[in-house]
């Protein structure tokens, strides 16, 4: 598996000392409350059980799954809700945990469908953010990294499903995606 990566972008020591510094801005942004912190599957799974254990506040957790890459490089245009949130968000202070952003759309869906239920404020934090990516306006509040125009994974990043488990962000080798 690592065979099929032509560099690495951000090393774990990387992330951790990104996780390290966004986890403490979110404790102090948020002393004396309690966020909802929500994990949008799957690319955010190790990001988010990372992020969550730099901060020294109260959370409470919550995982909503959503799709629009169907494994594949190209976004498909439309957000499936696959598993919605159990946690009524009513009053509540919310903060999407995701790995990138990219086109954007993902989280306008997310923040519009929350601002629905009567959430109290929405942030999100994201490991990654494509800015040349943006389709649609949406802006993270918490960023680790801005990254280049270039497809990466791992870290909870796939291609096909696979990769997400490399313990860091890469960029694939190109013969990965022409030999589909
Ligand atoms: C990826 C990524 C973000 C979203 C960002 O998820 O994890 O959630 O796309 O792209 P966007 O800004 O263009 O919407 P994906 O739909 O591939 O599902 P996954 O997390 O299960 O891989
Ligand atoms: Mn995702
Ligand atoms: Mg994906």
Redesign the pocket.
């Given at each position: 598996m690592n065979n099929d990566i032509l560099k690495t972008l951000y090393s774990e020591e990387d992330i951790k000392q990104a996780c390290k510094k966004l986890g403490k801005q979110i404790s102090e942004d948020y002393k004396g409350k309690t966020p909802i912190i929500i994990g949008?599957?799957?690319?955010?799974i190790f990001f988010m059980t990372d992020m969550v254990r730099e901060m020294d506040i109260y959370t409470k957790l919550d995982f909503i799954?959503?799709?629009?890459?169907n494994?594949g490089t190209k976004?498909s245009g439309s957000?499936k809700l696959i598993k919605d949130i159990d946690i009524d968000v009513n009053g509540q202070d919310i903060i999407f945990m995701?790995?990138?952003?990219?086109?954007?759309?993902?989280?306008k869906y997310l923040k519009e469908l929350l601002a629905d239920r009567g959430a109290n404020s929405i942030k999100v934090c994201t490991l990654m953010d494509k800015p040349e990516?943006r389709v649609v306006e949406v802006k993270a509040d918490y960023v680790g990294f801005e990254v280049p125009n270039e497809f990466v994974v791992g870290y909870?990043?796939?291609y096909d499903g696979k990769y997400r488990n490399l313990p860091y962000v890469g960029v694939l080798k190109p013969k990965i995606y022409s030999d589909q």
């Open positions: 949008v599957l799957k690319g955010a799954d959503v799709s629009s890459y494994g976004s957000v995701e790995d990138i952003i990219d086109t954007g759309r993902t989280l990516g909870g990043l796939d």
